[in-house]
C-alpha cells in the first residue's frame, strides 16, 4: 500500500495531465466518426450559432475534433504546458456557451434542473478546476529550476 501511495504521489501531476489529455483524444476521435459522440447535435448547433452559419457545420464539427484531438496529445505527450494551459481553459470556457445559447437543450428547468447534456456541460468545471491545479503546479516547478 504504501508503494501505491508513493507512486501515485510522485507521479500525481503527470498522471492528472494525462488522465485528462486521454479524455480529449478519446473525445476528439468520436467526432471523427459521424453519430458516434454524444454531444455532436450539441456542439454542432453551438459552433454554428458561435459562428453566424457561415462555416458549415461538418467542418466546423472536424475543426473541433482536430482541436480536442491536438489538445489531449500536447497534454500527454507535450512539456510546455503553458500553450496547453491556455487551449485548455479557451475551449473549456466555450464548453460552457450552450448553458446560455441553448439554455432549452441543456436545462429542464432554469436554473437547477441540468439535462443530460448540460450535466456534460458542468462536469467540465473539474477539468477547468484540473487545468489550474495543473498551472500551478507546473509554475511551482519552473521556480524550483530556478532556485537551484
Not at 21 to 31: R, S
Not at 32 to 51: K, N, V
Request: charged share 15%; net charge positive.
Amino acid at each position: 500500500m504504501n508503494t501505491l501511495y508513493l507512486f501515485f504521489h510522485r507521479h500525481q501531476y503527470q498522471l492528472l495531465r494525462i488522465s485528462i489529455g486521454v479524455l480529449f483524444i478519446w473525445f476528439g476521435l468520436l467526432k471523427f466518426f459521424p453519430g458516434a459522440s454524444p454531444a455532436e447535435r450539441l456542439a454542432t448547433d453551438t459552433i454554428q450559432i458561435l459562428t453566424f452559419h457561415l462555416i458549415p457545420a461538418s467542418i466546423n464539427f472536424k475543426i473541433l475534433a482536430t482541436m480536442e484531438l491536438l489538445l489531449g496529445l500536447l497534454l500527454v505527450f507535450s512539456k510546455e504546458y503553458k500553450l496547453t494551459f491556455w487551449l485548455l481553459v479557451f475551449h473549456m470556457l466555450a464548453t460552457f456557451t450552450p448553458l446560455f445559447i441553448l439554455s432549452n437543450v441543456t436545462f429542464k428547468q432554469v436554473p437547477f434542473k441540468l439535462s443530460l447534456e448540460g450535466q456534460y456541460i458542468v462536469k467540465n468545471l473539474v477539468i477547468l478546476c484540473c487545468a489550474f491545479i495543473l498551472l500551478i503546479a507546473h509554475r511551482a516547478e519552473m521556480v524550483k529550476k530556478r532556485v537551484e
